[in-house]
């Protein structure tokens, strides 16, 4: 089983729709979870962290299910500009140790 | 977050040649990271560049092929060495810039294409 495991898309959605985007991870010991984008031929850039009592930031939702090993990202009110790949990814350890990260889920808005 | 600039943004080089890819950070990083992304894959980290000793690299990457520096907490370079064109990547490096967490922030990339 893959270490994070993310459906790669593309997910194609017209503006305005609400999209949502799983991940799964395999070490039950993980400490840490992060949404990063990744645009066309750009670096990652951080979108938020998962914490478990879930967050918010604007229009975006994120959840952490530890017991059954499980993230997701909520888009509300989809952008054309929200046009990009989303990597779930998590430390598997405590501590400024590497990240692993998923191939990611690539969003098209739509006009 | 963190300011991270890498060098050169790309390049194009010729089978059996080397490049060294330099990595700096505006602030004093504890951890720096060193990851390839090949054509419509994610991220696959090559090594973490260790302060004052020998990197740490994971497995299916060796020093003879990726040496890499860290002389100081800002700066690492990491060299591919004897370049064929299954090199041809981004080459991204990371670094924990804020103090206390685990986050990770990315520079720019390299683009390396070898012919």
């Known amino acids: 089983r893959k270490e994070v495991e993310q459906d790669p898309g593309p997910f194609n959605v017209p503006e305005g729709a609400t999209v949502a985007f799983n991940c799964t991870y395999s070490n039950s010991a993980s400490q840490s979870f992060f949404w990063y984008r990744q645009d066309c031929r750009k670096e990652p850039k951080l979108l938020m962290s998962v914490y478990s009592s879930g967050n918010e930031d604007g229009r975006f939702t994120a959840q952490l299910n530890r017991a059954s090993q499980y993230i997701s990202l909520l888009i509300r009110d989809s952008k054309l500009s929200d046009s990009a790949t989303y990597l779930c990814v998590v430390n598997p350890r405590a501590g400024n140790t590497p990240l692993v990260f998923g191939k990611g889920t690539r969003l098209s808005v739509i006009a | 977050s963190a300011v991270i600039s890498q060098k050169p943004s790309r390049d194009i080089c010729q089978r059996g040649t080397s490049l060294t890819i330099q990595c700096q950070v505006d602030?004093?990083?504890?951890?720096m990271f060193w990851y390839r992304q090949q054509p419509g894959q994610s991220l696959t980290l090559i090594a973490t560049?260790?302060?004052?000793?020998?990197?740490?690299?994971e497995s299916g990457f060796v020093i003879d092929k990726f040496p890499i520096s860290r002389p100081n907490l800002t700066f690492s370079t990491l060299t591919v060495s004897n370049m064929s064109p299954e090199d041809s990547s981004i080459y991204l490096c990371s670094a924990d810039r804020d103090v206390g967490t685990d986050t990770q922030y990315f520079g720019p990339g390299t683009r390396l294409t070898v012919l």
């Open positions: 602030s004093q990083v504890t951890m």
């Open positions: 560049a260790n302060q004052g000793s020998e990197a740490t690299y």
